[in-house]
């Protein structure tokens, strides 16, 4: 009686994570399974792989035999699954006619194994009528996040289907797919042993591979060519690591280069060292390969997303200038006022993030003057109404050009839109008042007058810089511009 209870009771609690017709988990157990397997390899640097299984041509097997000999082949192939993997392994049914294979402590190769195992033990039962066809991601090598994994799975599950069924298909690399290049990274150590060591790591794992035996040396390599990353030794004969760190790191066209330190295991001195020079991480040596690839998966993932917003910022700076080339009387314009107002802003002790976007904003306030005729930007005379109207509307434009961008531009893009706003609520384009108007648009509203009145126009010579500023002091006085603000750029530039 109680054994009949406690089965019961067992069953209740299962039906929570199992599915009922396979008896395998289901796919919410598997998804929490799966991140806790992603956790648990990225603490213990151990590799795991998803494999995801598919029936070929499922619903026309049960179109042939009906849902009941369908539902009876699910559950054999499942069976067939179960037994093929390891108790630590984890089958769920992933989604109808699809499982998800969740393998420990398994890389790619071994996972090719099992998965090659099983897809011909399922020809072999039904004579070559059930064919599976299977994708395999691994951790880390293709991905570094679990929704990564699945993603990467299920496009070598597709790839295995469009070519042809029955087969099993690893996730491409990006090498096999020659979409990208390959990334070079640079290995500085004066022991010619590491260096081969480290290059053995690595050329299998597909990077290219430049090495260094000293500090010098290394400055000489990357001042001549494009480095994706550096692992450097600490010790060297002539310049240490610290030093090379410490300039690559104080070097504007090379600071973002993420620099792996290679010490010896707890030497915490070293470290602390490091961290002072600049370096983004350390490995321990012996290095271990999937710690190492980790690492340096991860930074130069960080490296290419900073890349992507330098090309993105010479982008928008190509587009000022050609706004610039449009309007021959304005040249040089948005760079004295993002420099002006760069220095505006540290005078009145502003953060440095907030200077950052005023310096990228100043060059770029403008940009939507591409949208303005040539013979509006350029008259040599006061505008009428409706030019007035067209030329106003470059703030606008140039919020919606750049609006896709928002997250990256965050303030810059409110000033591009508001650098016309009147404190008043006579400017344009949205008429806001006092608070409305943001402190970055205020500060620019100011500079880019001053610039305007101190250089010349189509239709005026340019002013002497004290009549610039009264001309700014009537318009704050009159409630236009922030007052503070005037008087901060009157002190600086007199
Ligand atoms: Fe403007
Ligand atoms: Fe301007």
Redesign the pocket.
């Given at each position: 009686m109680y054994r009949q209870l406690m089965e019961e009771y067992e069953h209740e609690i299962n039906s929570h994570f199992t599915d009922s017709l396979t008896g395998l988990f289901n796919h919410g157990f598997f998804q929490t399974a799966l991140d806790l397997e992603f956790k648990r390899s990225k603490r213990h640097m151990t590799p795991f792989a998803l494999a995801l299984i598919d029936i070929d041509l499922f619903s026309t097997y049960n179109r042939l035999y009906g849902h009941v000999e369908g539902d009876r082949m699910l559950k054999d192939i499942a069976g067939l699954i179960k037994d093929s993997i390891r108790e630590m392994d984890l089958a769920a049914r992933y989604s109808g006619d699809v499982f998800a294979v969740v393998l420990t402590r398994t890389d790619a190769d071994q996972a090719l194994t099992t998965m090659e195992r099983i897809r011909q033990a399922a020809g072999e039962r039904s004579n070559g009528e059930i064919t599976l066809s299977i994708g395999i991601a691994s951790y880390p090598r293709d991905a570094l996040s679990p929704e990564g994994i699945i993603s990467k799975a299920q496009e070598a599950l597709f790839q295995a289907k469009i070519s042809g069924k029955n087969r099993v298909d690893f996730s491409k690399t990006e090498k096999e797919t020659g979409e990208e290049q390959k990334h070079r990274i640079l290995v500085v150590d004066d022991e010619p042993r590491n260096l081969k060591l480290l290059e053995a790591l690595l050329l299998p794992l597909d990077y290219d591979v430049i090495k260094a035996g000293g500090g010098e040396e290394a400055l000489s390599i990357v001042s001549r060519m494009e480095v994706d990353l550096i692992l450097l030794d600490v010790m060297m004969p002539g310049m240490n690591g610290y030093e090379v760190c410490r300039r690559l790191k104080g070097n504007e066209s090379t600071r973002l280069i993420p620099i792996v330190m290679v010490t010896a295991l707890n030497d915490m001195d070293a470290k602390i060292r490091g961290i002072e020079a600049g370096v983004d991480d350390f490995i321990t040596k012996p290095p271990n390969k999937l710690e190492l690839l980790t690492r340096i998966k991860n930074l130069i993932r960080v490296k290419s997303l900073n890349n992507n917003l330098t090309s993105l910022k010479s982008v928008l700076f190509s587009l000022a200038n050609a706004v610039e080339a449009k309007d021959a009387y304005t040249r040089g314009h948005v760079w004295r006022v993002s420099e002006t107002a760069v220095a505006l802003c540290k005078k009145m002790g502003l953060s440095e993030k907030t200077i950052k976007a005023i310096k990228l904003a100043g060059i770029i306030?403008?940009i939507g003057?591409i949208g303005v005729p040539e013979n509006i930007l350029n008259k040599p005379g006061p505008l009428d109404p409706v030019e007035r109207e067209i030329m106003q509307r470059?703030?606008q434009i140039g919020y919606k050009i750049c609006l896709p961008l928002k997250k990256t531009l965050g303030i810059a893009l409110d000033i591009i839109r508001h650098?016309?706003e009147k404190l008043d609520g006579s400017g344009f384009p949205n008429g806001l008042k006092g608070e409305e108007v943001s402190l970055g648009a205020r500060i620019m509203a100011v500079v880019?007058i001053y610039d305007a009145l101190v250089s010349d126009r189509p239709y005026r010579k340019a002013m002497t810089k004290q009549k610039a500023l009264e001309i700014l002091r009537e318009e704050a006085a009159e409630g236009k511009l922030d007052s503070r603000i005037v008087e901060a750029l009157i002190e600086m530039v007199q």
């Open positions: 306030h403008d003057k470059h703030a650098h016309h880019d």
